[in-house]
C-alpha cells in the first residue's frame, strides 16, 4: 500500500534552517511528482512547490522561492524541503503528497510535520 | 494566479441533509483541473473529487462534483455523521497550484 512518512516534530529558532523529510513506499517512486502544502494553525493549505524524483527538477511558488529547496535520495525513495530564515509565520504543519502527472490532483498525503519556530 | 474563494464559510446541516458546497475560480480552471479534499481535525487532507466530477478511489457515492469555467460544486446527498468535516476546493492546472480558504460543515 502506498505511503508517504514524514520526519517528527521540529522546533527552530528565528532565522534557522528546518529540512523535512518524506519517505515514499508501495509505489515506484520515480513515476510520480511530490509536492509540499503546509498549513498554519487554524488555516487553509498553502502549496509550496513540487519535485519530480525522476530527474530532480522543481518548481516553487513564488512566495517561497528564495528560501526553499527541495531535493530527493532516489536510494531511499525520500524527498527533503529544507526551508530556511525561518520566521514565526513559518510555524505550520508540512505535508508531502503525490501527484500521478505535473497536472494531477494529489491522491497521496503524508502525516504532516509540525514544525514551530519560536525564540 | 487563481485564487478559489468557497462558500459559505461555515454550513452548519443535521445528518441524512444534502450539502452543497461552492468554489468559484477569479479565472477559468483549465480542462477542469479541479480538486476536492476532506479534511478532519488533526488529519491530513484526503481526495475525494478530481477533474471537477470524478470521484477519487473508495469515495462512496453520496459525494459528487459538477461545474466548468470558473464555478464548481461539491454535493454531498445525504450527509453521515462522519462527513462533518472541513472542505478544500484546489485547481491544480496552472502554477502555483492554490486552494480555497475551505467550507466547514457542522453539525446543526
Known amino acids: 500500500q502506498v505511503q508517504l512518512v514524514q520526519s517528527g516534530a521540529e522546533v527552530k529558532k528565528p532565522g534557522a534552517s528546518v529540512k523535512v523529510s518524506c519517505k515514499a513506499s508501495?509505489?515506484?517512486?520515480?513515476?510520480?511528482?511530490m509536492h509540499w502544502v503546509r498549513q498554519a494553525p487554524g488555516q487553509g493549505l498553502e502549496w509550496m512547490g513540487t519535485i519530480n524524483p525522476s530527474g530532480g527538477s522543481t518548481t516553487y511558488a513564488q512566495k517561497f522561492q528564495d528560501r526553499v529547496t527541495m531535493t530527493r535520495d532516489t536510494s531511499t525513495s525520500t524527498v527533503y524541503m529544507e526551508l530556511s530564515s525561518l520566521r514565526s509565520e513559518d510555524t505550520a504543519v508540512y505535508y508531502c503528497a503525490r501527484s500521478w502527472q505535473l497536472a494531477s490532483p494529489f491522491d497521496y498525503w503524508g502525516q504532516g510535520t509540525l514544525v514551530t519556530v519560536s525564540s | 494566479e487563481i485564487v478559489l474563494t468557497q462558500s459559505p464559510g461555515t454550513l452548519s446541516l443535521s445528518p441524512g441533509e444534502r450539502a452543497t458546497l461552492s468554489c468559484r475560480a477569479s479565472?477559468?480552471?483549465?480542462?477542469?483541473?479541479l480538486a476536492w479534499y476532506q479534511q478532519k481535525p488533526g488529519q491530513a487532507p484526503r481526495l475525494l473529487i478530481y477533474a471537477a466530477s470524478s470521484r477519487a478511489t473508495g469515495i462512496p457515492d453520496r459525494f459528487s462534483g459538477s461545474g466548468s469555467g470558473t464555478d464548481f460544486t461539491l454535493t454531498i446527498s445525504r450527509l453521515e455523521p462522519e462527513d462533518f468535516a472541513v472542505y478544500y476546493c484546489q485547481q491544480y492546472g496552472s502554477s502555483p497550484r492554490t486552494f480555497g480558504q475551505g467550507t466547514k460543515l457542522a453539525i446543526k
Open positions: 508501495g509505489y515506484t517512486f520515480t513515476t510520480y511528482y
Open positions: 479565472q477559468s480552471v483549465s480542462s477542469s483541473y
